[in-house]
């Protein structure tokens, strides 16, 4: 390894934050015992403190908890874009989701009270955590669901994206947005879909999104769109090779349409799965349609050769 890739892995930052019961806690130490130096619920306002400090000798994982005593939903979006402002620091926030009936049953469990509702139902104090957390939900970078993981299974899924390999390959994040709310913070590559045929103008399609096999055939068939994802697999076919061989160990690709449901959603999925087929680590994101609460069907994690568990 070469005096840059050592320098860049020991500059790296994961950022973990989800829901309680989610499994931070279990990430935390799983990232520790992968060789980072882990901190778990570190207030808000010492977060500039510890980066201004003596530069790491290994990469940093930071928990942040709604417990903590300075939490504020502003704050910690503040604190994301100013690290994200530091040029040598990558930064990734890793949410950990789970849904809220599974959170019920963990605290039903564990015979424990939420820290959000100690003199109420555990339902109270998750809907609370939600609100607070869903605009951090939408500036994640990863989104692990861990409803239907064990500690275990969770373990092997953080190994499978942080663990250093001397020829591993670096993970691949593909998004759909929305033009209309802005581009999703981090991206490397940005491609534009709004000139494919629009989905939304058919009303049998409108209420549908790019997932659906009818929506997919009808972008499909537009006669531009063969061409556009043809080009699009040489051109990441090219640069994924050689930003790895430069050490680059995560690479985000957006594509944008008008509303961040029907186009832009339906490239994703095919370059996620072209890639996934080729043997690369891919996540997928679909910013318009968690906001919508339409995740259902997502499939954030492709690895190698087959897709898993919904977002």
């Not at 979006?77 to 890793?94: C, R, S």
């Not at 080729?278 to 954030?300: F, M, N």
Request: neutral net charge.
């Amino acid at each position: 390894m070469s005096g840059q890739e050592r320098k860049s892995k020991a500059n790296r930052l994961i950022l973990i934050t989800g829901p309680s019961g989610a499994g931070r806690t279990t990430a935390i130490r799983a990232l520790e015992d992968i060789g980072y130096e882990a901190i778990d619920n570190l207030p808000i306002s010492l977060l500039p403190r510890l980066l201004d400090g003596p530069a790491p000798v290994k990469p940093l994982a930071l928990g942040i908890d709604t417990r903590n005593r300075d939490f504020s939903t502003n704050a910690l979006i503040e604190a994301i874009d100013q690290i994200g402002a530091i040029a040598d620091l990558p930064m990734q926030v890793l949410y950990l989701d789970c849904r809220p009936e599974v959170l019920v049953r963990r605290f039903s469990e564990t015979r424990r009270r939420h820290p959000l509702a100690p003199a109420e139902s555990a339902q109270v104090g998750i809907g609370r955590e939600f609100d607070l957390l869903g605009p951090i939900k939408a500036r994640a970078d990863m989104l692990i669901d861990t409803s239907e993981m064990t500690p275990h299974d969770l373990r092997a899924e953080l190994d499978n994206w942080f663990v250093p390999r001397g020829a591993g390959r670096l993970a691949v994040s593909v998004q759909s947005f929305s033009y209309k709310r802005g581009l999703p913070r981090g991206l490397d590559l940005v491609l534009d879909c709004r000139f494919l045929r629009n989905p939304y103008w058919e009303e049998h399609l409108r209420a549908l999104d790019g997932r659906s096999p009818e929506v997919a055939d009808y972008v499909k068939r537009d006669e531009r769109f063969d061409a556009f994802r043809d080009r699009i697999m040489a051109l990441v076919e090219l640069l994924l090779p050689a930003y790895e061989a430069e050490g680059k160990a995560y690479l985000s690709i957006g594509f944008g349409c008008t509303g961040g449901q029907h186009r832009s959603v339906t490239m994703t999925e095919t370059l996620a799965q072209a890639l996934a087929d080729s043997g690369w680590q891919v996540s997928i994101r679909h910013r318009e349609l968690e906001r919508r609460g339409k995740t259902a069907l997502d499939r954030p994690v492709v690895e190698t050769g087959a897709q898993t568990r919904e977002e």
